[in-house]
């Protein structure tokens, strides 16, 4: 059959006509599938940076009193120095059981005040134990026990508005609990101080003028030294925590050094594979003319790496 000119127009317009019944369609589907999926995209990105802009901008805003108000709120009562238990063997001599022994420490700390004293400094309390203990031996005896109970003053370093570490000055007394001929006592007042210089490296030192010494050990310090030096690292996965201390005694070939590394057993709880070398004189009070050279591993449990103490 032959189409007319009519029909062909008729045909033309009926064509016409649904494409333009069509375009609503298409636009509403444009607008609500893949613009949808843009729209989200662009709105996440402006709600991160906006979070991202207003965390800056609280961080800039926390003045000095915040920072310190900050502090002031944390538990007062935690771990001051490592705590542990260790046992192992001497390097420099022959290893039986008069030689290899165990040795453990306890160590906390406690905040009396909070930051209200002058020069916005606190009052805190200290106590630290380290016993020598001869368990390869028949009947296992303490060596030595060395007691060392402080109190001090502290002060934060804040920096551009940001916590950088802190200062302290601390009366300290230590012995061994002893008397006669193996009485060991000794008293001092030590100015410290612990500086974060990155985020996982931290430096610390001591210095120590000694005063009322037992007459027994009037030339500890030639053996121990009046001051350290100590350095922290932790890996940025948590996992290794090293430390180095160096303690100068008589002149730079006279040293006392400790070194200690811990592995973190589980992100869940705060316990170490810890090990401990000891090179020097002054680590026991009884002992403390001795050369010792030390090795021992065991578990510890430490403090928090951004602890300022």
Not at 31 to 39: A, G, L, Q
Not at 111 to 125: H, I, K, N
Not at 192 to 205: H, I, M, P, W
Not at 269 to 278: D, M, P, R, V
């Amino acid at each position: 059959m032959k189409k007319t000119p009519k029909m062909q127009l008729k045909f033309l317009l009926f064509i016409f006509l649904l494409l333009i019944s069509s375009i609503p369609e298409i636009k509403a589907q444009s607008e609500t599938v893949m613009p949808d999926t843009t729209k989200r995209s662009i709105k996440h990105l402006i709600e991160g940076v906006k979070s991202k802009i207003e965390h800056e901008r609280q961080e800039l805003a926390m003045s000095e009193e915040e920072i310190i108000n900050y502090m002031d709120n944390l538990p007062p009562f935690s771990i001051y120095k490592d705590n542990y238990f260790i046992t192992g063997i001497p390097l420099n001599k022959s290893i039986d059981g008069e030689t290899a022994d165990a040795k453990f420490q306890v160590s906390f700390r406690h905040r009396l005040t909070r930051s209200r004293l002058p020069f916005d400094t606190f009052l805190y309390l200290t106590y630290t134990q380290k016993s020598f203990w001869d368990i390869y031996r028949e009947s296992a005896p303490f060596r030595d026990s060395n007691y060392n109970p402080g109190i001090g003053l502290g002060r934060y370093i804040i920096v551009d508005n940001r916590l950088t570490g802190a200062t302290f000055l601390q009366l300290e007394h230590e012995s061994n609990g002893r008397d006669s001929i193996e009485s060991r006592s000794i008293n001092w007042i030590g100015f410290s101080g612990k500086y974060f210089l990155t985020s996982n490296f931290a430096a610390s030192f001591k210095i120590t003028i000694p005063f009322m010494t037992d007459e027994n050990n009037s030339d500890l310090y030639d053996y121990r030294g009046t001051g350290y030096f100590t350095a922290d690292y932790k890996t940025s996965d948590n996992k290794w925590w090293l430390t180095g201390t160096y303690s100068l005694r008589k002149s730079v070939k006279s040293i006392n050094l400790k070194f200690s590394a811990g592995y973190k057993i589980s992100e869940r709880f705060n316990q170490y594979i810890f090990g401990e070398f000891y090179s020097g004189t002054g680590d026991s009070l009884l002992d403390y003319k001795r050369k010792d050279v030390q090795l021992r591993v065991g578990i510890g449990i430490k403090p928090d790496f951004y602890s300022v103490f």
